[in-house]
């Protein structure tokens, strides 16, 4: 007996996980969407390929594909998730918003795998490892890039930011800011002209690996609730946290996707700021016109639920764990938890 | 006893991973590198955001965090590697290079992931989820974008590509040619003026994450010899596949790597090539001056080997398994797997 207990403990030493361990079947990624452009007729062009060597002649002519979106994927071997989980970056960022936080501490996607959920982590047309396409040849327009002072503010991680100078926080507000250069180098450029194009690509993920529930952020709002307009019965459930914008109830229907449930979360100090009570109020009504419709929609107020200081970048902030709960409670509610 | 026997059945069944399966501690990622870029007195912009929405008036000044590089990890809960792997990929191109291949089948991380190395694949400086900067002010010169004709040409899957015509292949070649557009989607612009920046960055990685071994492919030949001179105690074993540059040894004392073994690897009809016998010289002297100085390189020459038709992208080609498992049985003669 003894022989035997003994290979019983050293099997349960071996198999046991720690407790933020898991079972993973594969990581991967893919590109979904896009399409070839060709380029002809244009100059060629003479670039210096290392410093002091003479200049090469290079010809930018030629077949691309261009307007794809990156898609990486973390299956696990027995998720509990009914359904993946797909996350959905906002404007000037990637999909590493979701990932380690900038703090180095673990972000949304590490919580959602540890609760046993299979995710996809994106990054949208000309962002991150999608790529992006030359200009004004196949994007339109140019890019522009977003400083520092703009993110403290928009992000409300506080009133004013002086560059080289003070950086003046919300009191009680939640982000590390000790952490938030670290933030500055997730920023990527954008243009403003590729919304189509980045639906396209989305509405294309949704078809590839839906059913699904997506999390949705910022930018990202308006892309999650045109997809799930788009695909009603491929997402089971839609979560949008602090969306900048939604379709217009006056031009699109909203009973479509009353069978969707949707959440939308909302940080605190909004009313602080110059801008985003006008943000806010697209997603608003877009929400109350789903309700109206007879739709199932949830609103997460953080301070009203007496979760004070977040910010814009919530699922960065020091309490994103304690938010991400109330998501995943939320989820299990919908019944896409086994 | 039956009850004993039973119990201990179902442990197993429950702990027991499929083949591919494997335990995993965390999925994380971080950018590393990099400094704060003040440009001022830039005249402001007028953007369109939306299509047919008035212009806005944008601030191109202010602070930014440039020249970081991006990295993400894979550690498992019981690593068979005493040290983790990084995977550094080539010009033009991201830390996709190792993931999922293009025709959709597991690529090197996940064969290295299975192997049961901790595994960190990154987007150097200027690509992918690192971020590129403004230019000229920051970054100098432009972006090129490398078109099909010549990644199909270069990377050695054909000698000849028509625009919107025949793609000839090398007889035999091994890249999964009905994925090639698919490739295609992964490229990345690149600048020719930011190889110092980029090392920078990665002598940073290596000052973080190792003791390490070091996989490099094409461009980032240069960066990872680079890299192993910088700091010959942190790197444990330097893979060069396909490396398309070196240090020059009458420049650089190859002595300081002589404890640093090196293998290189060369994929297939590099002698049919009008330019690769050119990109291959320096990196074989460069082997030579390691050896001459009494330090241990192995060069991998595959068709000499018996194993034909590999191309440039020899990760991705469909043979991509049975040289991995040839690196990996290197890896291990080297004392570095338990």
């Given at each position: 007996m003894r022989a035997i207990t003994l290979a019983i403990a050293s099997v349960f030493a071996a198999a046991a996980p720690a407790?933020?361990?898991y079972m993973v079947k594969e990581v991967g990624s893919f590109h979904v969407g896009g399409r070839t452009e060709t380029l002809s007729g244009l100059p060629t062009k003479e670039i210096v390929f290392s410093p002091g060597a003479?200049?090469?002649?290079?010809?930018?002519?030629g077949e691309?594909?261009?307007e794809q979106m990156y898609v990486q994927y973390v299956k696990?071997?027995?998720?509990?998730?009914?359904?993946p989980l797909l996350l959905w970056h906002g404007g000037g960022l990637s999909g590493v918003t979701w990932e380690t936080?900038?703090?180095?501490?673990?972000?949304?996607?590490?919580?959602f795998l540890n609760a046993g959920y299979d995710t996809y982590v994106s990054d949208a047309v000309e962002r991150g490892r999608a790529s992006w396409a030359r200009y004004p040849e196949i994007f339109k327009g140019e890019p522009f890039f977003r400083a520092k002072k703009e993110a403290w503010e928009l992000f409300r991680i506080g009133p004013a930011y002086e560059v080289g100078g003070k950086r003046e926080t919300f009191e009680g507000q939640q982000f590390p800011v000790e952490a938030f250069d670290q933030f500055g180098k997730q920023g990527i450029p954008r243009w403003a002209t590729n919304d189509a194009a980045t639906q396209k690509a989305y509405d294309a993920l949704v078809?590839?690996?839906c059913p699904c529930i997506i999390v949705v952020h910022s930018q990202g709002g308006n892309f999650g609730f045109t997809a799930a307009l788009n695909a009603p019965d491929k997402v089971k459930a839609l979560i949008a946290v602090e969306p900048s914008g939604a379709p217009d109830p006056e031009k699109v229907e909203a009973a479509k996707v009353k069978g969707v449930p949707h959440l939308i979360v909302w940080g605190d100090n909004i009313d602080k700021h110059a801008v985003w009570p006008r943000i806010a109020a697209n997603p608003i009504k877009?929400?109350?016109a789903i309700a109206s419709a007879g739709g199932k929609v949830d609103t997460f107020d953080l301070p009203k639920m007496g979760i004070k200081g977040n910010t814009h970048m919530l699922m960065m902030d020091k309490n994103s764990d304690d938010i991400a709960k109330l998501v995943n409670e939320w989820i299990g509610k919908q019944g896409l938890v086994n």
């Open positions: 407790a933020a361990d003479p200049p090469i002649k290079v010809d930018p002519n691309f594909e261009v696990l071997a027995q998720p509990k998730g009914r359904v936080k900038p703090d180095g501490k673990p972000g949304w996607q590490q919580f078809q590839k690996v877009w929400a109350q």
